[in-house]
């Protein structure tokens, strides 16, 4: 047994380890991995994006259909008085106005509470503080919040149905332009 060992030194011999060597020859393996991986599952990419695409064409057909019931609801069921199932009760609402703002004014403070919360960072305001986006989206739905307990007894299914389509909605629309970026 005069000859080298595995690791290629003499009997006896101290081994030096290179670790520059050792982070080089791991560097390389990484590289060649994740190339062989990026290659290996470029049908699983496409398909993945596909799917996402797809993700993307639902959420904003479910932001169109909900505003679209949006706008159905306040100006036929509360505006018009008209009886839609689903929609409405059957019952004829005595203060049209009143209802409609309040609707209104809760679907306006709904969408720019979600919208504060998901997006918001990304507005030029808040470049120093992207946390101070989800500080006023706790301001302007504790708002809305109070709004619905003071006009609970006169406009409360008109309120609900609003808030209800305005924050699907505005969730799907938002939710579908992020996935895009």
Known sequence: ?????????????????????????????????STSKSLGNWDGDEHELREEESLRGWLYLVAGAGYGTLVVYLILVIQQGMNIPILSSGEVISNKSGALSTALLISAMVYVTIWFFMSGKDHSFFTEDPDKAKFYAGIIGLASLVIIAISWEDFQREMIVSAILTSISTWSYIRSAQMKG
Do not use: A, F, Y
């Open 1 to 33: 047994m005069n000859g080298l060992d595995i690791d290629g030194t003499l009997p006896g011999q101290e081994i030096e380890e290179d670790e520059e060597l050792s982070d080089d020859i791991r560097r390389e393996n990484e590289e060649v991995s």
